[in-house]
């Protein structure tokens, strides 16, 4: 089975800051996707990168980039230049690549907040 | 970009009464629709994934004839609380997969705050 694991649950930084969020995943899998989520306090779900395994090079989003280590099972999110708006929860997520049942696996989430 | 709908976004209801959650794919035909639960600062849990015209499948843990899943067509699925009590109070998402299936990601909707009193 597959496990998504986020071991930082809170974060603050100030803004314009870089902060990197971590995330480890564990998969006998080849062929599956990454991703990362936000959820505002509305609640909203927003995709905000998405990387597939069999891709080397690292997705980039404009401020967001993220750091995919497949070997290590290690897919980090790297916000630059922060915003106030960026304050929100974080999901880590894993989907494998097989039908269309294949369902998303969500960490526990680290909810980070930008202080002006 | 795909839009998700649901349907409604809060709703209060009184112990005992059965409440219906709607989702709706906008503008794209959604084959595969899956529902999540949600508790205060907790991650989403998947509760079920549901195919058009077929029977949802069920995560374990989840009670089937509590949470009744339909999705009668390509781009709405309904999850009923059937007679919904103070623990059934919870944030209710769906998200949905079109037509070209796992090289298309999820897209989700608004989800529903579901207060029993």
């Known amino acids: 089975a597959q496990t998504v694991t986020q071991s930082q649950p809170e974060m603050s930084v100030q803004e314009a800051e870089t902060v990197t969020l971590s995330c480890t995943y564990d998969?006998?899998?080849?062929?599956?996707?990454l991703f990362w989520y936000k959820q505002p306090p509305s609640r909203q779900m927003i995709l905000v990168i998405r990387q597939e395994a069999y891709k080397q090079q690292n997705a980039t989003e404009n401020r967001f980039s993220v750091n995919f280590q497949k070997a290590a099972k290690s897919f980090s999110l790297k916000i630059s230049d922060s915003q106030l708006g960026d304050t929100a929860m974080y999901f880590c997520?894993?989907?494998?690549?097989?039908?269309?049942?294949?369902?998303?696996?969500f960490g526990k989430g680290t909810r980070l907040h930008i202080l002006p | 970009g795909a839009v998700v709908s649901q349907h409604p976004s809060w709703v209060i209801c009184k112990s005992g009464t059965s409440v219906k959650i709607e989702c709706r794919s906008l503008?794209?035909?959604?084959?595969?629709m899956f529902w999540y639960r949600q508790f205060p600062k907790q991650s989403l849990m998947l509760m079920a994934t549901s195919n058009e015209g077929s029977k949802a499948t069920y995560e374990q843990g989840v009670e089937k004839d509590k949470f009744l899943i339909n999705h009668a067509s390509l781009t709405l699925s309904t999850l009923t609380v059937t007679s919904a009590h103070p623990e059934d109070s919870s944030f209710y998402i769906c998200?949905?997969?079109?037509?070209?299936?796992?090289?298309?990601?999820?897209?989700f909707g608004d989800g529903t705050r579901l207060s029993i009193l």
């Open positions: 503008d794209f035909q959604a084959t595969t």
């Open positions: 998969t006998s899998e080849s062929n599956y996707y």
């Open positions: 998200s949905a997969r079109g037509e070209q299936g796992v090289n298309q990601p999820q897209h």
């Open positions: 997520a894993f989907m494998k690549l097989e039908n269309r049942d294949d369902k998303i696996i």
